[in-house]
């Protein structure tokens, strides 16, 4: 978040919704509902199993 809000020059910070709440702003942006079941499921199965580690991925370095 903090590479992110630098990048963009703004201070970001992380809040947790509950599904209910996410899908009731995404739905309010006009999004269809079954979009929303989709993403709230995946994300619930990838929570419960995550994928195996296929390899690291290497951070570029950042700008002095």
Same mark, same amino acid.
């Given at each position: 978040m903090?590479?992110?809000g630098k990048?963009?020059?703004r201070r970001?910070?992380?809040a947790e919704l509950s599904p209910r709440d996410?899908?009731?702003r995404v739905l309010a942006d006009d999004? #269809?509902?079954s979009f929303m079941d989709v993403l709230l499921n995946t994300c619930a199965?990838?929570?419960e199993e995550p994928?195996?580690?296929?390899?690291r991925l290497q951070p570029p370095p950042? #700008?002095?």
């Open positions: 903090r590479i992110i990048a963009i020059d970001l910070h992380w996410a899908r009731q999004s #269809p509902p199965t990838t929570i994928r195996p580690e296929e390899g950042l #700008p002095a």
